[in-house]
């Protein structure tokens, strides 16, 4: 863990910025531009520029974050998974009824934390000595976190019968030291093959497992002594064996207990008092350890203070409770400070804090350790959904939940920093109920669009958030995209999906023009098929009958051709530019041998014509089209006045 006092300096080699001076403006969520510039006011002489001409340039700088490291991807969006699963259960003020499937999470979320430290371990055995560093680096940042969250999953949320906490805090405290218990197990072994036994490997391995109250490995090594057949050793191994230590489900209350431990406390005493233990000091000393006498000369064994503080409470105070452990774990960290003449790492002091409850401090500290806020989110949202996070200013005003909120908001954001990790941040914000969604809506707009599948995760995660507006605003900027690129076809699927009439109604203008210029309608079949599609907009509408209305003179069916064609020239739908292709359609309809035409359709037409035929594209066809509407009428009175009522 990095010392948060220390503040890092980066010098720009830019010598327009030394000169003039510098200015910053923040370029998305985490990165920031800095260039050159000197302020000017309304005071300032109106002299020409020192600076100008220059090459001026701009500097980008970011902090960085690990966890956009490949070596953590695996940790970021597994850990996602099991955040998604805990917003699914709603927060009980009292928390007994969520608390026991919150510990099942928080066991999921510990499982992927060592699975990281294990391949962060592998991957530096294997790396070059550079990044062996880094994986190294990484390995320590996650192994604290891994072993901040157990304690507090000891806690906070594991439903501990009658309060008891010794047991599991024996647990923690061997899993995260294991030194002394492989010694001995390295012992046993050697001793199965007739090695030797070394004197202060051996007994550091004895009083080490002693401290971590694995009796059953200290009883085993003590029968390995060569006086393993005196009389002291074998007080010793029936004061190991028949040392009670407390279990819940024992069938023994904590009073009883209470009386059975004191009495065999009493007589191990004596036996001390007695020197029956003289014959070997280190064997002396043990059994005074184990009677709860003289606990801090065994500091030499121990690594941190909680090492030491499980011991006494093993040997002093095996039934304490979790509201007695600040008492207990005070104590022991002022004194083992004392005795170090040192300051405790932040590791301790996040571990004190969380056995004097004081979870504040436990998310202050842990906002130090470099993990780019993961750790905080994470847990906080835990403690939240269990009920145990409450969480007072210094103005006794809870913050309970802007805290909760803040850090996620932090979290989520960094993520929305990544090129592929976005979608995973935004599962965050969505989750702040209160900043949330305008979070989203800020960074989703700050995303570079690239390729078309990246465009359309980003619409699908706004439109899944009902942010609309930025959903409609981002395929209008493609569609722009589409038609500045000769693609119209594509243009009009990004107005579809926008959904946006004008745009529509734009783009539909633009093929209606390609097709008066070049008699060519383009993307037929997109336009063929439009559906309830076309419904978009007045002038889509008008494109996609006029396309169907080519469908059908296309394949030889004149008369729903015909009927197409009269019902766009009714609608008022056609654009004042393409009623000369409109009226100019029609002409080999009104020839047809068939007649697909009424006399009322041909009314419609000559009408038509009147209103729009001195358009110059028309002006020479005008004739034309009258004779054959003439003649088109003619036949259609005399097929019609012969036709019964």
């Not at 005003?397 to 803040?406: A, I, K, M, P, R």
Request: proline share 3%.
């Amino acid at each position: 863990m990095a010392d948060r006092n220390t503040a890092k300096i980066i010098a720009i080699p830019d010598d327009i910025c030394q000169k003039a001076g510098t200015a910053a403006t923040w370029i998305g969520p985490n990165k920031l531009a800095v260039f050159g510039y000197k302020h000017v006011n309304i005071n300032s002489k109106g002299t020409q520029s020192n600076f100008a001409p220059c090459e001026a340039k701009v500097h980008f700088l970011r902090p960085e974050v690990i966890l956009f490291s490949p070596s953590l991807r695996k940790l970021v969006n597994e850990s996602n998974g099991v955040f998604l699963s805990v917003q699914k259960i709603r927060c009980s003020p009292t928390a007994n009824d969520s608390r026991p499937e919150m510990l099942k999470y928080s066991k999921q979320y510990r499982s992927i934390l060592r699975a990281c430290v294990e391949e962060l371990q592998d991957l530096a055995e294997k790396s070059t000595p550079e990044k062996k560093t880094m994986y190294e680096n990484f390995q320590t940042i996650f192994y604290n976190v891994e072993c901040v969250w157990h304690l507090t999953e000891i806690l906070y949320v594991d439903v501990i019968p009658g309060d008891v906490v010794l047991p599991q805090l024996l647990d923690w405290v061997r899993f995260h030291f294991p030194s002394r218990e492989i010694m001995a197990m390295k012992i046993l072994a050697r001793k199965k093959i007739g090695a030797d036994l070394e004197g202060m490997e051996y007994w550091e391995a004895v009083i080490g497992c002693a401290l971590h109250g694995k009796l059953d490995i200290a009883r085993a090594l003590l029968a390995l002594h060569s006086k393993a057949d005196h009389n002291a050793f074998i007080a010793a191994e029936n004061a190991l064996r028949n040392m009670p230590v407390y279990n819940v489900y024992g069938g023994y209350s904590v009073k009883e207990f209470t009386i059975r431990w004191k009495q065999w406390q009493m007589s191990l005493s004596q036996s001390i008092d007695s020197k029956i233990f003289a014959i070997e000091p280190n064997l002396e000393s043990l059994m005074k350890l184990i009677v709860g006498n003289e606990i801090w000369e065994f500091t030499k064994y121990t690594d941190a203070w909680y090492e030491l503080l499980a011991a006494k409470l093993f040997y002093s105070a095996p039934c304490c409770k979790q509201p007695e452990l600040a008492r207990h774990a005070n104590s022991i960290a002022v004194k083992w400070q004392s005795n170090k003449k040192s300051t405790l790492l932040t590791l301790d002091n996040i571990i004190l804090a969380l056995m004097e409850s004081d979870l504040h401090q436990v998310i202050k500290e842990i906002q130090y350790m470099n993990d780019n806020g993961w750790f905080a989110a994470h847990l906080t949202d835990l403690l939240f959904h269990c009920g145990r996070l409450n969480i007072m200013d210094k103005h006794q005003v809870n913050v309970t939940d802007l805290l909760h909120e803040s850090l996620i908001l932090d979290y989520g954001s960094t993520l929305m920093s990544h090129h592929s990790l976005w979608q995973c941040g935004a599962s965050y914000l969505v989750h702040c109920s209160d900043q949330g969604m305008s979070r989203l809506e800020c960074l989703l707009e700050t995303l570079p669009l690239g390729n078309e599948v990246r465009v359309l995760k980003i619409i699908n995660v706004a439109k899944e958030n009902h942010l609309n507006k930025l959903a409609s605003s981002i395929c209008k900027i493609q569609g722009i995209k589409c038609i500045k690129q000769g693609r119209l076809g594509n243009a009009l699927a990004w107005a579809l999906k926008a959904p946006d009439s004008y745009f529509a109604s734009y783009i539909a203008d633009c093929f209606l023009k390609h097709y008066v210029d070049h008699a060519d309608i383009q993307c037929r079949d997109l336009l063929e098929n439009l559906g309830s599609c076309m419904l978009t907009s007045d002038r889509l509408t008008f494109l996609g009958k006029y396309c169907e209305f080519h469908q059908m003179y296309g394949i030889g069916e004149f008369k729903e051709a015909a009927r197409l064609l009269i019902s766009l020239v009714v609608s008022n739908l056609t654009p004042k530019y393409f009623w000369p292709i409109l009226l100019t359609d029609a002409i080999p309809l009104l020839e047809t041998d068939d007649l697909v035409f009424t006399s009322e359709d041909t009314y419609e037409l000559l009408a038509a014509v009147e209103k729009h035929g001195e358009d110059p594209k028309f002006e020479d066809k005008v004739d034309i089209f009258r004779l054959a509407a003439a003649r088109n009428l003619a036949r259609a009175l005399i097929i019609e006045g012969s036709q019964p009522d």
